[in-house]
């Protein structure tokens, strides 16, 4: 260049660069910030410019080139947008739950752009916890002789699919202090499984809060209805049985209780529990139980007897827990009368011998033991003299001649050359035993003659 006087300048080398190149993002991270926390996030793995996280209180986007950045819009605009020499940050605007997508336009100094889709995907909203079974609280009742601990286990589900869940004491939030194994289904990530061991089985009680923890890392809230809560309790105290009567070994008879309610028998009693409460009375064959919870049931059964013959009674209680209290057993007899025996006799001219034989009600065995041996009288009267000229007494379990298990008798006297030949009337008279106190007895007769 030459000035007004001729001077000329010195000579300028002039360089001609040509950027045909878009610049290239080489890292992008987001960065969330809550109330007690900052977190740098990377693009989710295998998507270049997609991110994923809860909800948080602002969102912040950074980005670095690999060269001088001119310019940068986000949907278009520059707001919240501060460029630095090869980066650049962005506040985002308040991101919404679920998907957020933005157009993010980056130009270098020869005015290259390049262009990209930057999508957040926002979980602001925590998972809600279910415990399904057990439905209601837990009771545990005594152990099997020889265990320390007892174990078992809770099923539940989520609204979404959980990370992790932790159990904790629903009082305190804090986490529990013996063993607990959770399990998420690997197929189904909203099902779980949790099996606690607790320390002790004595008597107590605990509270158990079920806390999820979604993919996003959001926490789920106590529920206010309880779903997410259970109570275990342990009662090992078995309920108390008293029955209304004090014997085990009844008979009854035409004048008892059990006859006048037509063969049935009143079994009556209490059965308390003060820890967990009755769950059931069992009588025989039947079962008893409260409406709701008591503490304290009393209860009343009739139980059909069958005439002549012992019917076995269990009776038990079992509380909400299964302890299961101590059985009592009732054998019990009814008999309203006392069978009209029969009876056979034959005179033998050759042996020269009288066979007296016949059958009559059978004895019974309450608690092994025979009882209610039905003694009985055999007379053997003249007819003409209108004399008794013998009596034979079968009134004993020991008694030869007497089958008192089947009720069956059979004898046989030879000792009769005394007396005469001639008619005579053989009678049985069946007594009611000592047991059977009120029943009047029963008698047969059977002629028979002698002659040698």
Do not use: C, H
Not at 366 to 391: C, E, F, H, W
């Amino acid at each position: 260049a030459t000035d007004a006087v001729g001077n000329e300048s010195a000579p300028l080398a002039l360089t001609i660069v040509r950027d045909s190149v878009d610049p290239i993002l080489t890292g992008l991270t987001l960065t969330v910030k809550r109330a007690a926390e900052t977190e740098e996030l990377p693009p989710v793995s295998g998507t270049t410019y997609a991110f994923a996280t809860r909800g948080a209180d602002a969102y912040t986007l950074a980005g670095s080139l690999n060269e001088k950045v001119a310019a940068v819009l986000i949907g278009g605009q520059t707001t919240g947008v501060q460029l630095a020499e090869q980066g650049f940050t962005i506040t985002l605007p308040a991101l919404r739950n679920g998907s957020n997508s933005f157009d993010l336009t980056v130009t270098d100094l020869a005015g290259n752009a390049t262009r990209v889709k930057v999508t957040v995907a926002v979980d602001a909203i925590a998972p809600s916890v279910t415990v399904s079974t057990p439905a209601g609280s837990l009771l545990l009742g005594k152990p099997p002789t020889g265990e320390q601990t007892r174990a078992f286990e809770f099923t539940g589900t989520a609204s979404e699919p959980l990370k992790a869940l932790r159990v904790v004491d629903a009082a305190t939030g804090q986490a529990l202090t013996f063993p607990v194994t959770v399990t998420i289904n690997p197929r189904d990530a909203k099902k779980w499984v949790a099996r606690i061991i607790l320390p002790t089985t004595d008597a107590a009680s605990w509270a158990f809060r079920f806390s999820g923890e979604d993919q996003a890392g959001n926490v789920s809230a106590p529920n206010s209805q309880g779903k997410d809560r259970r109570t275990v309790t342990i009662d090992p105290q078995a309920p108390t049985l008293r029955l209304g009567q004090p014997d085990t070994l009844l008979i009854y008879t035409s004048g008892s209780d059990a006859a006048a309610l037509q063969g049935q028998l009143k079994v009556s009693g209490t059965l308390t529990d003060p820890e967990s409460g009755v769950k059931q009375v069992i009588v025989g064959k039947d079962t008893i139980a409260p409406k709701g919870t008591v503490q304290s049931f009393d209860f009343t059964k009739l139980v059909k007897l069958e005439e002549g013959k012992v019917t076995v009674i269990q009776v038990y209680g079992r509380d909400l827990a299964g302890n299961v209290s101590e059985s009592v057993t009732i054998r019990a007899l009814l008999k309203t009368a006392i069978k009209t025996p029969k009876v056979t006799a034959q005179w033998s001219v050759k042996n020269r011998t009288l066979s007296i034989s016949g059958s009559t009600d059978s004895a019974v065995s309450l608690d092994g033991a025979y009882v209610a041996v039905v003694p009985l009288t055999i007379s053997i009267m003249d007819n003409k003299s209108k004399q008794v000229v013998r009596t034979i007494s079968l009134d004993s379990v020991q008694r030869a001649g007497y089958n008192v298990a089947k009720g069956t008798f059979a004898v046989t006297l030879s000792d009769l050359n005394d007396l005469p030949d001639g008619s005579y009337t053989v009678t049985v008279n069946a007594m009611a035993p000592i047991e059977f106190t009120g029943l009047p007895g029963k008698q047969a007769q059977v002629q028979v003659t002698i002659k040698r």
